[in-house]
């Protein structure tokens, strides 16, 4: 078969031969891949920086896409073999039906982006109806899709904060009340956090980005009385597109109730892994079908993965490779 091989790490995949991948046990089935998404995962994966191990290569990329099974179900899927690629091995119990009113670039982009703002909003976020939120990195894919799932959660006052104009644009367009350009200096973006925070104590920050912006916003929240009534906010840490690394000031944490957590693959209990594919992949498929998320996608075909690879012009749309 064709698929998107990585040999090296730091080096781009590249579009080639590779054996049929087969099942191990009856758990496991091979499937038909229809479209699968790049995502920063992949990325960090291929270039090192991600905290996840790689334990073979040459490997093929991909954790998820759609796919058709060999009795012609159409299927969302996750693999750890690898979904860049005409066929793919995925666990059985691993696949959700994809509803026909969905086409498989938005089926396919839907899953990383959907599930890692599902765990943040719901599972660290403890988000409630009424809250007050922030996202940070509200251009990207998965920010943009945080921002529709705090509404669809209850949230009456979601703020997005990102860098690019266009970007910004069509998170208004996708519900935001609020965007927050961090293309400005640091002093008027700490200014627009600080207002943000007195007009709507926030409850939750979901933060794909980390870095610079983190720490400006963390300088913002830090309290200056010691009589306040705490107010809690819960601060997810997602991403780290703007940086790995972060100042914090001990102060920021005593003076206001911050309560810091992380959400990715190794820090999700198995409680709530257990209802990906039975609850969340199933409804963010609906919420789909009904208009309630939205994703920007651009087609490209697998072939041309090394060409697509390291693309930076996209602004929120997921690119998703088609065999
Ligand atoms: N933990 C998890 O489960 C999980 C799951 C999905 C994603 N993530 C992580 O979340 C992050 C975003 O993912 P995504 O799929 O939304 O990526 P994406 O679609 O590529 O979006 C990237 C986002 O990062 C922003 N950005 C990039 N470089 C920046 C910088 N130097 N300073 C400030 N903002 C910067 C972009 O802003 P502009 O476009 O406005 O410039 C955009 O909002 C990534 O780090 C990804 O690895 C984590």
Same mark, same amino acid.
Not at 32 to 53: C, L, P, Q, R, T
Not at 186 to 211: M, Q, R
């Given at each position: 078969?064709?698929?998107?091989?990585?040999?090296?790490?730091?080096?781009?995949? +590249?579009?080639?031969?590779?054996?049929?991948?087969?099942?191990?046990?009856?758990?496991?089935?091979?499937?038909?891949?229809?479209?699968?998404?790049? +995502?920063?995962? $992949?990325?960090?994966?291929?270039?090192?920086?991600?905290?996840?191990?790689?334990?073979?290569?040459?490997?093929?990329?991909?954790?998820?896409?759609?796919?058709?099974?060999? @009795?012609?179900?159409?299927?969302?899927?996750?693999?750890?073999?690898?979904?860049? !690629? $005409?066929?793919?091995?995925?666990? *059985?119990?691993?696949?959700?039906?994809?509803?026909?009113?969905?086409?498989?670039?938005?089926?396919?982009? #839907?899953?990383?982006?959907?599930?890692?703002?599902?765990?943040? %909003?719901?599972?660290?976020?403890?988000?409630?109806? =009424?809250?007050?939120?922030?996202?940070?990195?509200?251009?990207?894919?998965? =920010?943009?899709?945080?921002?529709?799932?705090?509404?669809?959660?209850?949230?009456?006052?979601?703020?997005?904060?990102?860098?690019?104009?266009?970007?910004?644009?069509?998170?208004?367009? %996708?519900? !935001?009340?609020?965007? /927050?350009?961090?293309?400005?200096?640091?002093?008027? &973006?700490?200014?627009?956090?600080?207002?943000?925070? +007195?007009?709507?104590?926030?409850?939750?920050? /979901?933060?794909?980005?980390?870095?610079?912006?983190?720490? /400006? &916003?963390? @300088?913002?929240?830090?309290?200056?009385? #010691?009589?306040?009534?705490?107010?809690?906010?819960?601060?997810?840490?997602?991403?780290?597109?703007?940086?790995?690394?972060?100042? &914090?000031?001990?102060?920021?944490?005593?003076?206001?109730?911050?309560?810091?957590?992380?959400?990715?693959?190794?820090?999700?209990?198995?409680?709530?892994?257990?209802?990906?594919?039975?609850?969340?992949?199933?409804?963010?498929?609906?919420?789909?079908?009904?208009? *309630?998320?939205?994703?920007?996608?651009?087609?490209?075909?697998?072939?041309?993965? $090394? *060409?697509?690879?390291?693309?930076?012009? &996209?602004?929120?749309?997921?690119?998703?490779?088609?065999?």
């Amino acid at each position: 078969m064709k698929a998107a091989v990585l040999h090296k790490i730091g080096e781009t995949p +590249k579009y080639e031969d590779y054996p049929d991948p087969k099942p191990k046990n009856e758990h496991e089935m091979v499937v038909h891949v229809k479209a699968a998404a790049i +995502k920063n995962i $992949e990325k960090m994966i291929a270039n090192g920086s991600h905290y996840d191990a790689v334990d073979h290569l040459p490997m093929v990329m991909g954790f998820d896409g759609v796919a058709v099974t060999e @009795d012609g179900r159409r299927v969302l899927a996750g693999s750890p073999n690898g979904m860049m !690629a $005409e066929k793919a091995v995925v666990p *059985k119990g691993f696949v959700v039906p994809v509803p026909d009113e969905l086409d498989d670039a938005t089926a396919a982009s #839907l899953f990383n982006a959907g599930i890692s703002a599902w765990f943040a %909003l719901s599972w660290r976020g403890k988000i409630k109806q =009424g809250d007050s939120v922030l996202i940070m990195g509200a251009t990207g894919v998965a =920010g943009k899709m945080a921002v529709q799932l705090a509404r669809y959660f209850g949230a009456t006052y979601v703020a997005a904060a990102g860098r690019d104009a266009e970007a910004l644009q069509r998170v208004s367009e %996708l519900g !935001a009340d609020e965007v /927050i350009s961090l293309a400005q200096s640091d002093e008027a &973006l700490s200014k627009a956090f600080t207002t943000l925070a +007195k007009n709507h104590p926030l409850n939750c920050v /979901i933060d794909f980005i980390w870095g610079h912006p983190a720490e /400006i &916003l963390l @300088d913002a929240l830090t309290g200056h009385d #010691l009589e306040a009534d705490a107010h809690v906010t819960r601060y997810v840490q997602v991403g780290e597109m703007a940086g790995a690394r972060i100042s &914090l000031a001990a102060a920021t944490l005593r003076s206001a109730g911050i309560e810091m957590y992380g959400q990715g693959g190794g820090s999700v209990p198995k409680e709530e892994m257990g209802r990906l594919m039975t609850d969340i992949i199933p409804k963010l498929l609906q919420l789909a079908v009904e208009g *309630k998320v939205k994703v920007d996608t651009e087609v490209v075909q697998l072939s041309d993965v $090394e *060409k697509v690879w390291s693309r930076s012009d &996209l602004h929120g749309k997921r690119l998703v490779l088609i065999p």
